[in-house]
């Protein structure tokens, strides 16, 4: 297994096939448990180490390890000495003296988790760093499609909206790749990053014309705090051209399924109709990101085997 995970590229195919695999035994094992931890990694410690605000994804990994029966102590970045100036490096000497077998980071500078790789013995797993990567979102979406879909190898993904500042689109885009899915980034050209012809991947700007040709339709959030007003016109002409709405979903075929890593924009990216329907699996993303996750934590850090627990 890879010492650290700080992109999707890190994984092939052979290791990324394991980690989902894996996280489907940690369902099974967990399935039967009243209590739901198991034993696998008492005694190590992972440290969750967030610099930018983050519901799903914290409180993902801290269930995770703990679940997983480790020490998890969490580091909110605002309140700490980060706030008067630490730079990152003391704080990971400080984490390398706590003797941290895992560090999971969030950081709004892109790279700061291979930085951080090179000063900590332990593992270090990226929690999204800027609009570069998110690994483990990556990890979690594909488990779902294939949960739900039964497949990846083949399957048609459109990835919608603001992919220029999408971590989740980036680590999505090579990841699938690597489990041979199809993907076809659909948004403004304002939006779509530089040099996105060399990405792995499809362009188009209509919306409408992808639909009926996909498996899956991912919606980004439209990630105001990291642009200004120029990237596009207006919420609601967005909304109206690259908007996931009843209209459009009536237009995909009807195995489809529709995802959202959260937190949504409800009205502007996706309706609140399309969100709360049966076929979105905004819901069991969720749930999926502990499973895959525990599933990540357990290889890397060497963990008993779940059917030996
Ligand atoms: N929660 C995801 C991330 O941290 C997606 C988002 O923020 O839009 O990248």
Redesign the pocket.
């Known amino acids: 297994m890879i010492r650290h995970l700080l992109s999707a590229a890190d994984l092939d195919r052979e290791t990324a096939t394991l980690v989902l695999d894996t996280a489907g035994q940690m369902d099974a094992a967990m399935a039967g448990r009243e209590v739901k931890k198991l034993p696998t990694l008492r005694g190590r410690t992972v440290v969750n180490l967030f610099y930018e605000d ?1 519901t ?2 914290r409180i993902s990994f801290e269930a995770a390890a703990k679940r997983l029966s480790a020490d998890v102590i969490t580091f909110n970045a605002k309140g700490s000495s980060v706030s008067k100036g630490e730079s990152l490096k003391d704080t990971a000497l400080t984490l390398e003296a706590m003797g941290a077998d895992a560090v999971v980071i969030r950081h709004s500078a892109s790279g700061a988790p291979h930085r951080l790789s090179r000063w900590v013995s332990g593992s270090v797993l990226n929690a ?1 760093d800027g609009t570069h990567e ?1 690994p483990t ?1 990556a990890l979690l979406d594909a488990y779902t499609m294939r949960h739900r879909l039964g497949r990846l190898d083949g399957l048609n993904v459109a990835v919608v909206g603001d992919v220029l500042h ?3 689109a980036r680590s999505n885009v090579l990841l699938l790749h690597t489990l041979g899915a199809n993907v076809t980034l659909v948004g403004p050209p304002t939006l779509l990053p530089v040099g996105v012809e060399g990405w792995p991947a499809e362009v188009s700007y209509d919306f409408d014309a992808v639909l009926p040709k996909h498996d899956v339709v991912m919606m ?2 439209v ?1 105001r705090e990291r642009m200004n007003d120029s990237y596009f016109p207006s919420a609601r002409e967005h909304a109206r051209r690259y908007g996931m709405d009843a209209r459009r979903m009536a237009m995909l075929p009807e195995h489809a399924i529709v995802m959202h ?3 949504m924009n409800r009205g502007m990216e996706i309706t609140p109709e399309v969100a709360d329907s049966p076929r979105s699996t905004i819901v069991e993303q969720v749930s999926n990101g502990v499973s895959v996750r525990m599933a990540v934590l357990y290889l890397m850090l060497g963990g008993s085997r779940p059917e030996e627990v």
Request: net charge positive; hydrophobic share 15%; proline share 13%.
């Open positions: 983050s799903r994804t999204g998110h979102q999408s971590r989740v980004l959030r990630q890593p959260g937190p």
